[in-house]
């Protein structure tokens, strides 16, 4: 059974930055992809960045330039470097695992910016 923890979530004001991780408790490069995702009150869950077995990336427009994701095999650890932040991105952010046959998700981080 694949683990994910996330940590890194918290209160920054507009303008500023958090770094999200997410532990996997097994080996990152057996997964397709690695990703983040949020959800914001009252909204679906959707996909901020992804990252895959081989580092290719894809971010959603509207982190692009902002937001960085990473990852370190060695940790097991995916990244989510969110810089110059927004009210907008307010949202329990969730670290997603993918196969071809089932995702696996972290139990999420809240990640609130203030204006």
């Known amino acids: 059974q694949v683990q994910l923890v996330e940590s890194g979530g918290g209160l920054v004001q507009a303008g500023g930055s958090l770094r999200l991780s997410c532990v996997a408790s097994?080996?990152?490069?057996?997964?397709?992809?690695m990703g983040w995702y949020r959800q914001a009150p009252g909204k679906q869950r959707e996909l901020v960045a992804a990252?895959?077995?081989?580092?290719?990336?894809n971010y959603a427009d509207s982190v692009k330039g902002r937001f960085t994701i990473s990852r370190d095999n060695a940790k097991n650890t995916v990244y989510l470097q969110m810089n110059s932040l927004k009210p907008e991105d307010t949202a329990v952010y969730y670290c997603?695992?993918?196969?071809?046959?089932?995702?696996?998700w972290g139990q999420g981080t809240q990640a609130t910016v203030s204006s």
């Open positions: 997603n695992a993918h196969t071809p046959y089932f995702d696996y």
């Open positions: 097994g080996n990152i490069f057996s997964f397709n992809a």
């Open positions: 990252i895959t077995r081989y580092g290719s990336l």
